[in-house]
Every structure is written in C-alpha cells, then in structure tokens.
C-alpha cells in the first residue's frame, strides 16, 4: 500500500515557475515507477512525465517536454514536479501516482495509487 499527498500548486502568471511535490509512504518507494498527471475541467485525464524507480530514466509529454522537470529523492520518498516557462494551458489540478515494477508508465490505468491532486493556475 502506497499512500501520496501533493503538494506545491497554486497561482502562477504565465511564464513563471511552480514545484511540485508528492510524499509518499511506505517503505518500498524505490520499487515504483512515479508519474504526474493532470486533468483540466472538462478533459480527460492525461499523462504528463514519468520517472523510473532508479531515477536513470524518464518521459515526458510533448506538451511539457522541455519546460517540465521530473525527478525523485528515493531516501525521502519524494518525486517533484519542476514546472517552468507556465502557459494557461497548463492550468489544472495535477495528481502524482505509483506504479509498481511497471517502466515509464504513461496509461492512467497503469498506476494503481493515486495522491487527492493539487491545483495549478497560470494566469495570461
């Protein structure tokens, strides 16, 4: 059992940077592929990056590629979430999520827990 909080969103204007941060329990975090999604009102849920539970490997969206920054602190059990360069479309509530021995996952259906998700703004 996996259990993710989020944390980090907020308002933003367009252009600028936000963190995001999702904790997890349980002691076998290593062992989990960690991903970011987002789901903006009226849309679909959909993939936004993935790290590997070494931290060697990750993927991106083409949407964020190159704005976006995932990673992961293994001995804190955190992954974050750097967002730079924010457009309005980006504006979402974003949800972190823990797959088990499954690599760079980017199906929703893939992750079997999920954090309550943290709400992103970026103002025009």
């Known amino acids: 059992q996996v259990r993710l909080v989020e944390s980090g969103g907020g308002l933003v204007q367009a252009g600028g940077s936000l963190r995001l941060s999702c904790a997890a329990s349980g002691q076998t975090f290593s062992t989990y592929t960690m991903g970011w999604f987002r789901q903006a009102p009226g849309k679909e849920r959909e993939f936004v990056a993935a790290?590997?539970?070494?931290?060697?490997?990750?993927a991106y969206s083409d949407s964020v590629k190159g704005r976006f920054t995932i990673s992961r602190d293994n001995a804190k059990n955190t992954v974050y979430l750097q967002m730079n360069s924010l457009k309005p479309e980006d504006t979402a509530v974003y949800y972190c999520a823990a797959a088990y021995r499954v690599w760079l996952a980017r199906r929703a259906n893939e992750y079997a827990y999920w954090g309550q998700g943290t709400q992103v703004t970026v103002s025009s």
């Open positions: 790290i590997a539970w070494s931290a060697v490997s990750t």
